[in-house]
């Protein structure tokens, strides 16, 4: 049974600051996903990851994924209020296309 | 870019009553569809895999009789909640696999929150 595990689950980070939210995962796997989620709403895609290595960036958000460790970090530089919210890691059961695993979910609260 | 379109975005219904909820994508053809649902504070849990044309697979512990699927065209597939209880309460959330920019990718519908009284 694959098992998806994010830590840490909840954050309360300054503004300006950077943190690091990291993505394990128990067995291989075609695809990574990033997705972040404010309440009540559904999910925001952010990044797919596709090969050991990968490493994509948008705005104050770069993902990687290191494969070979099972591993994806989403890092957050300089963080601002805007980026408070749920982000969850999602990992590809193998074998069924496109059918999730997710995270349990980091909750990241950004103070001013 | 692909999107999917699901109603109704919230639904208040009595204890017994059962209730449908539509998941559509609006500009590409979906064979599968997902459903999940996540209760407050956790993470999304798959229920079942959505088929067009036969029937859904569903995940271990989610009762089909349960939760009907119905998938009856290439862009809509249907979930009933029939006789629904206040342990079905939560906020469901459906999927399916289209193309975007970086080439095949998922879209999430935006997701119905149901409360049973």
């Known amino acids: 049974e694959l098992k998806v595990e994010q830590n840490p689950l909840f954050l309360s980070m300054q503004e300006g600051k950077n943190y690091t939210i990291y993505c394990n995962y128990s067995?291989?796997?075609?695809?990574l996903y990033w997705y972040r989620q404010d309440p009540g709403k559904s999910l925001e895609s952010l990044f797919v990851?596709?090969?050991?290595?990968a490493v994509k960036q948008e705005g104050r958000l770069m993902a990687s994924l290191d494969t070979k460790a099972r591993l994806s970090t989403l890092h957050i530089t300089a963080a601002v209020h805007d980026l408070s919210a749920t982000y969850f890691c999602a990992v590809d059961i193998p074998g069924t296309a496109s059918k999730l695993t997710f995270g349990t979910g980091t909750r990241l609260q950004v103070t001013l | 870019g692909a999107v999917v379109s699901q109603h109704p975005s919230r639904v208040i219904c009595k204890s017994g009553t059962s209730v449908k909820i539509e998941c559509r994508s609006l500009d590409f053809q979906a064979t599968t569809m997902f459903w999940y649902r996540q209760f407050p504070k956790q993470s999304l849990m798959l229920m079942a895999t959505?088929?067009?044309?036969?029937?859904?697979?569903?995940e271990q512990g989610v009762e089909k009789d349960k939760f009907l699927i119905n998938h009856a065209s290439l862009t809509l597939s249907t979930l009933t909640v029939t006789s629904a209880h206040p342990e079905d309460s939560s906020f469901y959330i459906c999927s399916a696999r289209g193309w975007g920019l970086e080439g095949e990718k998922l879209f999430f519908g935006s997701g119905t929150q149901l409360s049973v009284l």
């Open positions: 067995t291989t796997s075609d695809r």
């Open positions: 959505s088929n067009e044309g036969s029937k859904a697979t569903y």
């Open positions: 990851l596709l090969s050991n290595g």
